[in-house]
């Protein structure tokens, strides 16, 4: 066969692998295309499928007592901040961007225990935390305990770029939020009623407990963390975003209000870099859940080093984690993950998990339950 005609079959097979897996290219120059077939190495490796993986919270999210109206406005929401993280990347934008873009949807939205629909602490205030790192350079930022910030994100994000510090906490964060122009509000704009009410059903709840503590080696308090005292429905709402863009770079960011009725400064995983939050060059993690195994198991970290030094697929690592080391501990909760090739894994460990995902064809989807 002539070396032209050869070249061009080729050059129509590769496309024609690359085009379902999402490569966003279909026409290629010559020059590109000439790369392309020297590396012969390269051919068998499908093209980084960009696209964003978002989460809204793990928990016992039950299905009888989801009623369809609440359902579809979490769908909805999530769906949207899909479309705000893939506008990003579908014109070239970075990961970093898209996820700051999705996470402040879900901040905005009262739906979600992040930014406007945080929880409240046990003083009665909203105490918020946020990480964000950017996996081509490593580079992270991270704030907790803040009480006047909009978008806690965009607060983590500009620590991570204007500055030369990696976690900024409390009174100090906010001044350079102030210095950095990053929006504030009063404290008043993160009330919620709901929230407000599920804080007075804890404090009601633990006061009970005070004045008849349980029998000796009968479990104190609630069976599980995330199991509201009163034994009623729960759902935490931490948001995630994962996100890798058309250059193949990936991104990670966490926002939260934490847990309610939190007190003495306590902070969760969702700002701790490697538990929490992580992404390095091959893979991208956001976690939700009971933050205190995060931290203790290096949760996200511990993912992406099974995907590094044991050359594990991400989906592999990430159930090893969630579904087998967090499980033993006891430790509830789960993860969105993404590797630098594009696929995702969504593994929880709880009845439910808030979560989404889009790529290059635009068409969110969203999940809650096992489905
Ligand atoms: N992981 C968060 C924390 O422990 C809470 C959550 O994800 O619901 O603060």
Redesign the pocket.
């Known amino acids: 066969m002539p070396a032209p005609l050869r070249r061009a079959l080729s050059a129509a097979a590769l496309t024609a692998l690359l085009l379902p897996l999402g490569c966003s290219t279909a026409l290629t120059t010559k020059r590109e295309e000439e790369k392309l077939m020297s590396s012969s190495d390269d051919v068998s490796k499908p093209a980084p499928r960009w696209g964003i993986v978002i989460h809204g919270?793990?928990?016992v999210i039950k299905r009888e007592s989801l009623t369809p109206e609440p359902e579809a406005a979490v769908r909805a929401a999530l769906a949207e901040a899909l479309q705000a993280g893939h506008a990003v990347l579908a014109k070239g934008g970075s990961s970093v961007d898209a996820v700051t873009a999705a996470i402040r949807v879900m901040e905005d939205s009262p739906l979600f225990?992040a930014g406007k629909g945080a929880v409240f602490n046990h003083d009665g205030k909203n105490e918020l935390?946020a990480a964000i790192m950017n996996g081509r350079t490593r580079e992270a930022g991270a704030v907790a305990g803040l009480h006047h910030v909009k978008n806690p994100i965009t607060l983590a994000r500009a620590v991570m770029e204007k500055s030369p510090h990696v976690m900024m906490v409390g009174e100090g964060a906010e001044a350079f939020a102030k210095q950095q122009g990053v929006e504030l509000v009063p404290e008043s704009y993160f009330f919620t009623e709901e929230r407000w009410q599920a804080l007075q059903r804890a404090l009601e709840a633990e006061k009970k407990q005070q004045e008849a503590p349980p029998e000796p080696g009968q479990p104190q308090g609630p069976s599980t963390f995330?199991e509201t005292p009163d034994g009623s429905d729960h759902k935490?709402?931490?948001v995630g975003a994962v996100a890798l863009d058309q250059s193949g770079n990936l991104a990670a960011g966490t926002s939260?209000g934490?847990?309610t009725n939190?007190r003495f400064g306590r902070?969760?995983?969702?700002p701790i870099i490697g538990a929490?939050t992580y992404a390095d060059p091959r893979c991208g993690v956001s976690?939700?859940?009971?933050?205190?195994y995060?931290i203790r198991y290096g949760v996200a970290r511990d993912i992406c080093a099974r995907v590094e030094y044991l050359q594990l697929p991400l989906l592999e690592a990430a159930n090893q984690v969630v579904l087998d080391v967090l499980v033993k501990a006891g430790g509830e909760?789960g993860v969105i993950a993404m590797d630098s090739q594009g696929n995702v894994a969504t593994p929880f460990n709880s009845t439910g998990m808030y979560r989404g995902y889009m790529g290059p064809d635009g068409v969110p989807s969203v999940a809650i339950f096992k489905e």
């Open positions: 919270g793990a928990g225990n935390d995330y935490f709402g931490t939260t934490g847990m939190k902070v969760g995983d969702s929490g976690g939700t859940g009971h933050g205190e995060f909760g």
